[in-house]
């Protein structure tokens, strides 16, 4: 396991601030009140260790097949179903969408091989990233991935949740990506959505846990 490059900063932050209360609790609390001096170490040292935990990169052994498509993300599976995408394909694809806990992993990957076609960031709400609206009202982050052997098209969309307030993207239209390769980050709770063509063999379940990088969730 390692730490993402997105968390040095968080991190060298919280430990700053965790550095400083405990400090500060050490010199005017624990004398006086020592019980108040360990609960504060207790918590804040709880929040530390949660804020590495949520950059953390776990060593996996990552799928690859040209002819699957990849869980771009760690989470639960809570969408299945037809959908009309009004954003790019303008016609019925086929949704899946993976709710992000604040303790999954958050990087994303790219669940196929391909180019980018299409890339759009979008302002929005932050409804919470369970809710359907949140696909189409919530920030996020949408990227269009043309597969490179089938030249079939899938769009993978960050969305932001109540309680992610940054997306982090690393595409670019033009960009020629390698199955599982970060496609980006987003921080504290989320949702990644998967619009493939309709007709493809889904080979997940609703309320299924999935591992980004290594769950296959459909095939051409």
Do not use: C
């Amino acid at each position: 396991m390692y730490i993402h490059k997105e968390g040095y900063k968080p991190i060298a932050i919280s430990a700053l601030i965790f550095g400083i209360i405990n400090l500060l609790s050490f010199y005017f609390i624990s004398y006086s009140m020592p019980w108040l001096s360990w609960v504060i170490f207790i918590g804040t040292f709880g929040l530390l260790l949660f804020i590495i935990s949520f950059f953390r990169i776990p060593n996996r052994s990552l799928s690859f097949d040209d002819n699957k498509i990849i869980a771009p993300a760690d989470g639960k599976v809570v969408v299945i179903e037809e959908a009309v995408d009004e954003e790019y394909f303008k016609e019925k694809r086929l949704q899946i969408s993976i709710f992000m806990s604040p303790a999954n992993v958050h990087v994303n990957r790219y669940p196929v091989n391909g180019s980018i076609v299409y890339n759009q960031y979008h302002k929005g709400k932050y409804l919470v990233a369970w809710n359907p609206k949140s696909s189409t009202e919530n920030e996020r982050h949408s990227v269009v991935l043309r597969h490179t052997t089938s030249g079939k098209e899938i769009l993978v969309k960050q969305i932001a949740g109540a309680l992610a307030k940054r997306i982090i993207n690393y595409s670019s239209v033009g960009q020629t990506v390698k199955q599982n390769e970060e496609l980006g980050f987003i921080r504290f709770g989320s949702r990644v959505d998967v619009l493939l063509p309709v007709g493809a063999k889904v080979h997940v379940q609703l309320n299924q846990t999935t591992q980004g990088g290594v769950t296959v969730l459909a095939s051409w």
